[in-house]
């Protein structure tokens, strides 16, 4: 099997709390790329990355258009703009909002799917919608790993749910052991490939 490339995050309401515990459990040395979609304001600029910064390890990017994707650094979605995986390089899209929210979720979750299909990891944190069930689905579908945040340690209850529902996750965790779980799937693979 080849090794996971991309990791795509995607959490809304409580995600910063969220986004602490997972990004920050993640060593200087994880191999894997990480994309992170959070709703937020679209007034909100460069905010979530200086919030971030403390926590984590790797090195935090807010994504301009046509940015390189490469492993070892954690890419922000900017505010007010959909952030699309490609092959190799990140576009972002002014496109209507999805379920009411630019960044979408479900529009990371689905083109990181359709790049990367067995390479890519969908991990949905807490938050009050259905956005990323639906991407998670196409993660699922071409071949990749669906992880969602267990309801009962989110603040926002409702998306966890929602996927949980509608998709056959392979992993449903409390916050504290989604890290971990990152980690022990990128190096098990990382040493078979």
């Given at each position: 099997m080849m090794p996971f490339q991309i990791i795509a995050v995607g959490t809304s309401l409580g995600g910063f709390e969220a986004l602490k515990a997972v990004l920050g459990g993640l060593p200087a040395d994880f191999p894997?790329?990480?994309?992170?979609?959070?709703?937020?304001s679209s007034e909100d600029s460069e905010g979530l990355l200086r919030l971030l910064e403390p926590y984590v390890k790797l090195p935090l990017v807010e994504v301009e258009d046509k940015d390189e994707i490469a492993g070892g650094n954690i890419y922000l979605s900017p505010p007010n703009y959909h952030l699309v995986a490609e092959r190799g390089y990140f576009a972002l899209s002014a496109d209507t909002p999805v379920l009411h929210a630019r960044p979408s979720i479900d529009v990371l979750f689905e083109s990181a799917a359709d790049s990367f299909g067995e390479r890519a990891i969908g991990v949905l944190l807490t938050g009050m919608s259905r956005d990323g069930s639906a991407g998670l689905g196409k993660i699922k579908e071409r071949g990749g790993l669906a992880v969602v945040?267990?309801?009962?340690?989110?603040?926002?209850?409702?998306?966890?749910?929602?996927a949980i529902a509608s998709v056959p996750v392979d992993k449903v965790l409390p916050l504290?052991?989604?890290?971990?779980?990152?980690?022990?799937l990128c190096a098990g693979l990382r040493s078979k490939a």
């Open positions: 894997a790329a990480v994309a992170v979609v959070q709703h937020r945040q267990d309801p009962a340690t989110a603040e926002g209850y409702a998306m966890p749910e929602s504290a052991e989604i890290a971990p779980c990152l980690v022990e």
